[in-house]
């Protein structure tokens, strides 16, 4: 683990309960990833994930979007405040607010998102009932970086998971919300031991291992 000086500063932009929030807070307290975590701010004076930085002494501020006259001035406030807290990486959990292009000026290729779907497919709202209206075999999650479009910057991680034919948008999501507590930690740790190289939508992590080249089958092929 490296030093407190060399950790990198991250800022968590947050609306709602705030599970992947709790999931890189353990990550970090179990030493498995090597950040501060600076400020979390949220637009939502009501979210939980508020009370999860109180309980683990993690600054927050609370700015209401509703105080502003337009997006843009409230990015503006915003980024004042990460810069106040030094942030170097924006990792955003369930921050329900469309970033503005000063947002991304501010802190470009630094700002990171997750998906519950396999981009490119499914991007915006309500991925997990889009996935299982539209019948796919297999769903799961993606780490991005944040650009100009809705969930269309380049990719850092993916994770797999089956979609069954008994599956409901709820039980979907739950199965991949575990696997977003699991990467996206991950995706702020490539990052933090500056791995990651980003070449136009490319995003290559240096000294990464190869995945199983084995393929997946849903329905499981079984013996064909």
Same mark, same amino acid.
């Given at each position: ?12 932009? /947050? ?48 700015? +209401?979007?509703?105080?502003? %006259? ?9 980024? #004042? ?15 329900? %607010? /469309?970033? $503005? ?12 998102? &997750? ?32 650009? @100009?479009?809705?969930? $269309?910057?380049? &990719? &850092? &991680?993916?994770?797999? /998971? ?5 599956? $409901?948008? @709820?039980?979907?999501?739950? +199965?991949?919300?575990?696997? #977003?507590?699991?990467?996206?930690? %991950? !995706?702020?740790?490539?990052?933090? @031991?500056?791995?990651?190289? /980003?070449?136009?939508?490319?995003? +290559? ?5 190869? $995945?199983?080249?084995? !393929? ?5 092929? !079984?013996?064909?």
């Amino acid at each position: 683990m490296n030093s407190m000086e060399k950790r990198l500063n991250i800022g968590v932009l /947050v609306s709602g309960s705030g599970s992947n929030l709790q999931s890189i807070i353990d990550h970090r307290e179990s030493g498995l990833l090597d950040v501060n975590i600076r400020v979390v701010i949220s637009n939502n004076p009501d979210a939980y994930a508020l009370e999860r930085s109180k309980k683990h002494e993690i600054p927050s501020v609370v700015i +209401r979007h509703s105080d502003f %006259r337009d997006r843009e001035d409230f990015d503006r406030k915003v980024i #004042e405040v990460l810069k106040d807290y030094a942030v170097e990486l924006v990792v955003l959990s369930g921050f329900m %607010r /469309v970033i $503005t292009p000063a947002f991304l000026h501010a802190f470009p290729m630094k700002i990171m998102n &997750i998906h519950p779907a396999l981009l490119p497919a499914f991007p915006g709202v309500h991925a997990q009932q889009r996935a299982v209206e539209y019948g796919v075999k297999f769903s799961g999650c993606t780490v991005h970086f944040v650009d @100009e479009g809705v969930d $269309t910057g380049p &990719i &850092i &991680i993916q994770s797999v /998971v089956p979609v069954y034919d008994d599956d $409901t948008e @709820e039980s979907l999501a739950a +199965r991949i919300l575990k696997e #977003e507590h699991r990467i996206y930690p %991950r !995706a702020i740790q490539f990052y933090a @031991e500056g791995r990651i190289g /980003v070449t136009g939508r490319k995003v +290559r992590i240096r000294d990464s291992d190869r $995945t199983c080249e084995s !393929a997946l089958h849903n329905p499981p092929l !079984a013996g064909f």
